[in-house]
């Protein structure tokens, strides 16, 4: 095996990962040397092609259908240099107060949250679009929730020089979306942080970490790793984890960490997600611009959030529910579809968890509980209504049966949208917003790590990322992670001569 | 296709056509087109589901012959749709989880094909609003 000596090991180049990097970068002026392991692939510009099932391919863990252990939620999540933050949609929003005081972790501090929210925000150029770059698919869903008396809000986004190729979560084919692959990967590899793609941690040991380098398969995307493929054993003075939700409790579990912290693995939520679509009489500007630009939070009230969104036709067809000549009908209306993209807000719950099987392969436990099929059901109907309200003829709807909804049945949504109808396994869920695993708070017996993201009782050993939240968030996470990312370096940082002179 | 799933090849193309009516207007080079699809999914995945697949194919071509006297290929379409839509609101979570996987592997098969995209008038564009004003 080879072996390699570093300072610091950061696993993950997501929106975790890649904030690490950087703020741990001005360390390589001391002669510390940084590395970044990044499981995917660093693609070049010109394989950002915006085809469907082949970026779906290069971009995500199991093209983006990670499937739980019960087979009834798939789950969206990156494996390419920049993880998530290079096939999201760049949706930028501050964690919210009333969540964060809710978590009620000691030594999280609200403020100190929100403040560098603020700050990674500036630095990823997040902003609201102008009004002449919201296409009709957006405009109709602000439309529709002023004609019911809601308030939609416009999601503050991190592009620079989009050019509305609705491509988002196929990775931005014009480099404009601003995630950790365009800013704070480059400023830390500039600065000497060295990012080795296609590197996937196996497992930890004691000040360790041992890594599977791999070569690219025949015709498979992306440049090949700057190192040779084979294993290594990376002997390290700090680790810090920064997988994500699935990975980063899968690989400490995988070495065995679970005999310290009987809360690893434990607490995952990822605001389960569903779409309708709304079918109008005239074409619509739907597959151009930004697809997600507004959104309704009825978090607080309901348990849900809407947002706006746009899918590719696989992805369409695959979230309706139902098949064949129903189902055929509405994809041939793709001209004319609104899309609403419905969230729930779950718990974090016993049994919903990570885990791995005997030979170490990840695993996602997630039921259904009955509060979330409720705010699906509510969230459905609000839809609905908001689609009826802006013109739509015609409105599918996962938990209406049959699920064609038509304008004249507008009044009846209540009765025909039912939480019975959702039915696991027929219902096509899936889920994109992963938290939790390895949970803030105070100590091994409640969580996984303190406030910094220091876990309980290995001083070497941090979390940077989505794994930490001790609930759901609510809203979209990117933010958030990489202030709670920001904060790991920063621990590390003022811990790092214990760390590193010992 | 791969090995398990060439010895099932007519029911699935039966079973696509039933998720995917227009499927069954695919020539030959477009059904090749589309299993290349799903064999390529496949191939991502472990080998263990790809006979999982080819026998939950099997278990619903004995169900067409126990239920309708007839293979599932030999099945008229609607009657092939109305056992799938049987199976997928039964009560037994395993039976959906079949149904929604075969019917996912149908249209990523069907719908990722550049000709399907174009026939739905889905034109996403590197450009953006620039190929479109």
């Known amino acids: 095996m080879n072996q390699v000596r570093a300072d610091v090991v950061i696993i993950g180049s997501g929106a975790g990962g890649g904030t690490i990097a950087q703020a741990l970068a001005p360390l390589t002026a001391d002669g510390r040397k940084v590395l970044v392991l990044e499981q995917g692939a660093r693609l070049r510009d010109d394989e950002f092609t915006g085809t469907e099932v082949d970026m779906a391919r290069a971009l995500y863990q199991d093209s983006g259908g990670f499937l739980t252990e019960q087979g009834t939620l798939t789950l969206a999540f990156g494996r390419t240099y920049g993880g998530s933050t290079a096939v999201y949609t760049g949706t930028s929003l501050n964690a919210p107060e009333r969540v964060i005081r809710g978590w009620d972790v000691p030594g999280l501090d609200y403020d100190d949250v929100a403040g560098r929210c603020r700050k990674y925000a500036e630095q990823n150029h997040v902003h609201l679009l102008p009004d002449d770059e919201i296409n009709d698919n957006n405009r109709l869903f602000e439309l529709g929730c002023q004609r019911i008396g809601l308030e939609a809000e416009q999601f503050p986004v991190n592009v620079n020089g989009c050019r509305g190729s609705s491509l988002c979560n196929l990775g931005c084919p014009n480099a404009a979306k601003m995630g950790t692959d365009r800013v704070q990967l480059p400023a830390a590899e500039a600065a000497g942080v060295e990012v080795v793609t296609r590197a996937e941690a196996l497992r930890i040991e004691d000040h360790a970490v041992i890594v599977r380098v791999s070569r690219p398969l025949d015709g498979e995307k992306g440049l090949p790793s700057s190192w040779e493929p084979g294993e290594y054993r990376i002997e390290a003075r700090a680790v810090i984890v920064a997988g994500g939700a699935v990975g980063s409790p899968a690989l400490l579990l995988r070495s065995g960490f679970d005999r310290l912290l009987p809360r690893l693995g434990e607490g995952f939520t990822c605001h389960p997600a569903f779409i309708l679509v709304g079918e109008h009489e005239e074409r619509i500007t739907n597959d151009v611009g930004h697809p997600k630009s507004f959104y309704l939070d009825r978090a607080q009230e309901e348990g849900f959030v809407l947002e706006t969104c746009m899918y590719f036709p696989f992805i369409t067809a695959k979230n309706l529910t139902g098949f064949g000549p129903d189902h055929s009908v509405l994809m041939k209306a793709f001209p004319r579809l609104q899309m609403i993209l419905v969230l729930a807000c779950d718990r974090a719950v016993p049994g919903n968890r990570i885990s791995v099987s005997g030979k170490g392969a990840t695993r996602v436990h997630y039921e259904f509980t009955p509060e979330v099929r409720s705010s699906l059901a509510r969230a459905t109907i609000t839809a609905a209504r908001i689609f009826f309200a802006a013109g739509a003829v015609r409105v599918h709807a996962p938990l209406a049966s049959p699920p064609l909804l038509t304008r004249g049945q507008a009044d009846q949504l209540e009765q025909r949208i039912r939480v019975e109808e959702f039915l696991p396994g027929r219902t096509s869920v899936s889920a994109a917003h992963l938290m939790g695993g390895c949970a803030m708070g105070r100590t091994a017996e409640d969580s996984v790590t303190d406030a910094w993201g220091r876990v309980h009782g290995v001083p070497w050993l941090r979390i940077g990322d989505s794994s930490l939240f001790p609930d759901s968030l609510e809203i979209n996470p990117y933010l958030t992670i990489m202030a709670l990312a920001d904060r790991t370096a920063e621990a590390l940082l003022a811990d790092s001569s214990a760390l590193f002179d010992s | ?133």
Request: contains cysteine.
């Open chain 2, 1 to 133: 296709m791969s090995v398990s799933l060439v010895v099932v090849r007519a029911q699935f193309r039966a079973l696509c056509v039933a998720f995917v009516p227009e499927s069954a207007e695919l020539n030959e080079p477009g059904w090749r087109e589309l299993e290349s699809e799903v064999e390529q999914a496949l191939a991502d995945r472990p080998p263990a589901i790809q006979k999982q697949i080819a026998l939950l194919i099997r278990i619903l071509d004995l169900l067409a012959r126990a239920r309708h006297g007839s293979a599932l290929a030999a099945l008229p379409p609607a009657s092939r749709r109305e056992l799938l839509t049987r199976l997928q609101d039964s009560r037994w979570l395993l039976l959906r989880r079949g149904v929604w996987g075969l019917r996912t592997l149908a249209f990523l098969g069907y719908y990722s094909r550049p000709d399907t995209a174009a026939s739905i008038g889905y034109r996403a564009d590197a450009r953006g609003w620039e190929a479109r004003r």
